[in-house]
């Protein structure tokens, strides 16, 4: 393997302590409602690792556990309620919901100062036009660990494999923030090889097992690998990641890459939104 392994582990971690000291020194801990609707198993995972890195860096769990068949109306009301309390300061709805609710509606009740998953219209409308707001956590783990790695981003050509809301298009965003060039692709692009060979920064987050091949590689591009599969023989993302390494000059692992650092920026966006809410420069609900 010739590539530098870009460790997200440490990166989290390190994170992680920062984020500790910053609450440490604010006159109020912030507080994190985390809002799980059902007992679907693997979001009962997820939310328990996000409240207990949350109560580990002192920032107050505030979690809701509401049952599956609870009405719209009814989680609407408690969103609103969570909406209104100055105690809270972020509120994660945690998807997907059941299917006779509508997560957007739902999510549009979020005030974009507590939108700490950043996936509200209005905090992806403040992203696409460059205003200050909340980011979502997984593209915005990857421009810290792209930054930790010093690579440089202005001028470059990044390639982004995937448009989803939650990853793709945000992570298109960000790069473009930063004044790389940035090409979007999806299931109908074209001879995907040639559009991400162009990439000095490759960012996979397509949802396929290993299907970036050392021949979709610029050789010393910088590859992100998002993906996150979990197969019979183990985990693993969507990049060929050791016969990419051979090519790339640094590259993420999967585990130990992006995947660390998704919880760890939603603790720094919780505290974001601390400081955005009195400073107030997001606006209010409404
Ligand atoms: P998603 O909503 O399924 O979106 C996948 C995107 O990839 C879509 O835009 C799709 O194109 C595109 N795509 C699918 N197959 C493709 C192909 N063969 N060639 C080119 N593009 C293709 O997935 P997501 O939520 O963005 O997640 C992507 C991956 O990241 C998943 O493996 C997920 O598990 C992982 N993930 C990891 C974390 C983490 O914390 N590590 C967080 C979030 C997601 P169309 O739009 O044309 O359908």
Known sequence: MSAVLIDGKAAAAELRAEIAREVAELPRAPGLATLLVGDDPASHIYVRNKRKQCTQAGIRDLHRHVPGDVSQDELAGIIDELADD???????????????????????????????????????????????????????????????????????????????????????????????????????????????????????????????????????????????????????????????AEVASAITPVPGGVGPMTIAMLLRNTVRAARLRSEDTVGTRG
């Open 86 to 244: 100055p105690e809270v300061t972020g509120i994660l709805l945690q998807l997907p919901v059941p299917g006779h609710l509508d997560a957007n509606a739902l999510l549009a009740r979020i005030p974009p100062t507590k939108d700490v998953d950043g996936l509200t219209e209005r905090s992806a409308g403040r992203l696409a036009l460059g205003k200050p707001g909340l980011v979502p956590c997984t593209p915005a783990g990857v421009m810290h660990l792209l930054d930790r790695a010093g690579v440089a981003l202005e001028g470059a050509e990044a390639v982004v494999v995937g448009r989803s809301s939650l990853v793709g298009k945000p992570q298109a965003q960000l790069l473009l923030a930063r004044n790389a060039t940035v090409t979007t692709c999806h299931s109908r692009t074209r001879d995907l090889d040639r559009v991400t060979r162009r990439a000095d920064v490759l960012v996979a987050a397509a949802g396929v097992p290993r299907m970036i091949g050392p021949d979709a590689v610029k050789p010393g591009a910088v590859v992100i690998d998002v993906g996150m599969h979990r197969l019979e023989s183990g985990l693993c993302g969507d990049v060929d990641t050791e016969r990419v």
